[in-house]
């Protein structure tokens, strides 16, 4: 079934044209005749048909980025805040990278413009970082995003705030094991370029609205996303960027994906100060 249809979000004046394709599936092996799940071709542009990015409205100058220890293990993290922060968005690097991130640094400065705090932190220790094996051990790296958001509830100022996750590569399977360890507290959860796959035992019991952002030329990831969205939930979605790659390398490419996670967040996570207990 192909749909032409074109969604405004009227909080930025942002169309997301998807009129290239949208493939509509009504599987009701996955949950029954009504299951609906979306494969979004996007292309995102303002008015002018410029990038969004440069228009988004300042809530507030946020305050340089914090360092804190994270946990047990004294996991180093870069924690931002902007005044009256709406949410805070907990980050998970992939494999081979770490909290400095440029392109995590990059959605993390437009969470930001938008009200959401934000904690990029290190999955693993110095030490746990040399060994090859940890950094695929997605059970590990789960444990340590689980060991972060109840870091953030033994603080006042930061237990009141809605959590998302934001995950990249391996960092997006755990985001997801975390997301089905603490489903009260986690309202929302964001995978680029991620393999959702190696976190697959886990995916039927994530309550929170996902979103898997893939790139089109990444066929093989594209095909093992497509495969755990099946497992995930009704409510998650799967977006494709056309044109780009497993980095999001090609221009105006890792735009439309933080433009995509801007969105997610922002209809997902309830505001502070509405947030009421989930379980």
Same mark, same amino acid.
């Given at each position: 079934?192909?749909?032409?249809?074109?969604?405004?979000?009227?909080?930025?004046?942002?169309?997301?044209?998807?009129?290239?394709?949208?493939?509509?599936?009504?599987?009701?092996?996955?949950?029954?005749?009504?299951?609906?799940?979306?494969?979004?071709?996007?292309?995102?542009?303002?008015?002018?048909?410029?990038?969004?990015?440069?228009?988004?409205?300042?809530?507030?100058?946020?305050?340089?980025?914090?360092?804190?220890?994270?946990?047990?293990?004294?996991?180093?993290?870069?924690?931002?805040?902007?005044?009256?922060?709406?949410?805070?968005?907990?980050?998970?690097?992939?494999?081979?990278?770490? /909290?400095?991130?440029? %392109?995590?640094?990059?959605? =993390?400065?437009? @969470?930001?413009?938008?009200?959401?705090? !934000?904690? &990029? $932190?290190?999955?693993?220790?110095?030490?746990?970082?040399?060994?090859?094996?940890?950094?695929?051990?997605?059970?590990?790296?789960?444990?340590?995003?689980?060991?972060?958001?109840?870091?953030?509830?033994?603080?006042?100022?930061?237990?009141?705030?809605?959590?998302?996750?934001?995950?990249?590569?391996?960092?997006?399977?755990?985001?997801?094991?975390?997301?089905?360890?603490?489903?009260?507290?986690?309202?929302?959860?964001?995978?680029?370029?991620?393999?959702?796959?190696?976190?697959?035992?886990?995916?039927?019991?994530?309550?929170?609205?996902?979103?898997?952002?893939?790139?089109?030329?990444?066929?093989?990831?594209?095909?093992?996303? /497509?495969?755990?969205? %099946?497992?995930?939930?009704? =409510?998650?979605? @799967?977006?494709?960027?056309?044109?780009? !790659?497993? &980095? $999001?390398?090609?221009?105006?490419?890792?735009?439309?994906?933080?433009?995509?996670?801007?969105?997610?967040?922002?209809?997902?996570?309830?505001?502070?100060?509405?947030?009421?207990?989930?379980?």
């Amino acid at each position: 079934i192909v749909i032409l249809a074109s969604c405004i979000d009227t909080s930025n004046a942002c169309h997301y044209d998807a009129v290239d394709l949208i493939s509509v599936s009504l599987d009701s092996a996955w949950h029954g005749d009504a299951a609906r799940r979306f494969e979004w071709n996007l292309s995102c542009r303002d008015e002018s048909g410029q990038a969004p990015l440069g228009g988004i409205p300042m809530e507030g100058a946020s305050s340089p980025p914090r360092r804190v220890q994270v946990g047990a293990h004294a996991l180093e993290g870069d924690l931002t805040l902007p005044p009256q922060a709406r949410g805070l968005v907990v980050f998970a690097h992939g494999s081979g990278s770490t /909290r400095r991130s440029p %392109r995590n640094v990059q959605v =993390g400065q437009s @969470l930001h413009a938008r009200g959401f705090g !934000t904690l &990029l $932190f290190d999955l693993l220790t110095p030490e746990e970082a040399s060994d090859r094996h940890n950094v695929f051990d997605i059970a590990l790296l789960g444990s340590r995003v689980v060991e972060t958001i109840d870091w953030l509830d033994q603080r006042a100022a930061l237990a009141r705030l809605p959590v998302g996750l934001f995950g990249a590569s391996t960092g997006a399977a755990a985001a997801l094991v975390a997301a089905a360890e603490r489903p009260e507290r986690i309202f929302a959860v964001v995978s680029r370029g991620g393999r959702p796959d190696l976190a697959s035992e886990v995916l039927p019991r994530v309550a929170a609205p996902t979103l898997l952002i893939v790139g089109g030329d990444d066929t093989q990831v594209l095909e093992l996303n /497509r495969l755990a969205l %099946r497992q995930l939930p009704q =409510g998650a979605e @799967l977006a494709v960027v056309p044109g780009a !790659t497993h &980095l $999001f390398e090609e221009p105006g490419t890792l735009e439309k994906v933080t433009h995509l996670a801007c969105g997610w967040f922002v209809t997902h996570l309830p505001l502070a100060a509405k947030r009421s207990p989930r379980g």
